[in-house]
């Protein structure tokens, strides 16, 4: 799954583990994710967005619809 928890993690001037800390996961899970190796679960999906202050479809592309943003 693309994701832009990088480009998130940037603008907070996050690190990976620095996110993983906030959220309570590890960097490994954060890098997986990132390197769409590993889908969240809903739950850290939505976590991840309420961490960042923004909707679940602003850091994770589903199909079409996101691919045009």
């Known amino acids: 799954m693309k994701n ?3 480009v ?3 603008m907070h001037d996050l690190t990976q583990e ?3 800390n906030e959220l309570g996961v590890t960097r490994q899970t954060i890098l ?3 390197k769409g190796k590993y889908d969240p679960s809903l739950d850290l999906a939505f976590k991840i967005a ?3 202050g923004v909707a679940i479809e602003e850091i994770f592309l589903y199909g079409d619809t996101a691919e045009r943003k």
């Open 4 to 6: 832009r928890i990088k």
């Open 50 to 52: 309420r961490f960042f």
């Open 18 to 20: 620095g996110l993983a």
């Open 32 to 34: 997986a994710i990132e």
């Open 8 to 10: 998130y993690r940037a």
